[in-house]
């Protein structure tokens, strides 16, 4: 951890802010079923959580990068800790005594499907006075779930003040959302969440509803299999995902949304960006664990290049698409 003295602080690509957590995969022939007894085939215990791996993505494509969050003061923290040291992440992390970090188990099937059990401490709840300013504005974009939403919203009002540009991962209605979204530059959230929020009849409708209720510049949504469909107040777009041999979609979101980070760092077109997040959350899938299949540049431009995409199936609007 580097001391807070701003005049120390270096200006990083990117800082995230948000859940990191140790997570226990234990591979199965099948989901069991209540009461019964299953041996499962292979188990790992490996670093993960929404924002921390979407970090190490981007530490691995070559951002600098910066984190923010809570540790607990057990082995699971440590294991954190190297792997951030090791990708060269710069971290405001504090340690909470007597407290175990965020934990996940993970239950994967035959098909590639998980269930995920999880259970983190209140005490490593981020809150607002433990932030400083200078860690979000020093920092060229800066990338939060809601999880902390009122810490998480006091980053994104300063980034905003500042220029600095946020994307939140978001998949919960959190209390105090609308705040947090108000200060949302690009919002790419989970499938169901937007028109749980708007309460809008379609996907479509959802998203446009919150673009001009929030003032995003990209209001978006990722759908698994289907991809990701996304609209920047004249576009509808609904970019597929990439056919791959899936092992593993623990993280896909997370790399996904690493990705869009990385390539909205670039200033590709935003078709580019959201097929770049789209191939690395594929390649993502391809291993073990939410950070099991981070693939290097080249891997993700010859599957954007020339992989083979999943049909996807049709969205329903009544409002017009504009234009494609």
Known sequence: MLPPDSNLLPRVDLVGLG???TDTVLALPHFPIAGSKLEFSNLFTLPGGQVASALAACATWGLSTRYIGKLGDDPAAALHRAEFARLGVETHCPSVPHCPSRQSFLLLDQHAERTVLWHRDPRQNLHPDELRREWITHARLLH???????????????????????????????????????????????????????????????????????????????????GVLAWDGTHLLHIPAFRVPVVDTTGAGDIFHAGFLYALLQDWPLARQLRFAAAAAALNCTAVGARGGIAPLDQIEALLQSGPTWEPEPIQSSEPAGPS
């Open 144 to 226: 939060l779930d809601g999880y902390d939403t009122a810490a998480a919203t006091l980053a994104a009002q300063w980034a905003r003040q500042a220029a600095v540009p946020v994307v939140a991962d978001l998949d919960e209605l959190y209390p105090g959302l609308d705040a947090l979204l108000d200060a949302t530059d690009y919002a790419i959230v989970s499938r169901d969440l937007p028109q749980r929020y708007t309460g809008a009849a379609t996907l479509p409708d959802a998203l446009r509803a919150m673009h001009r209720r929030h003032g995003h510049r990209l209001a978006a949504a990722t759908l698994g299999q289907d």
């Open 19 to 21: 859940l990191n957590a």
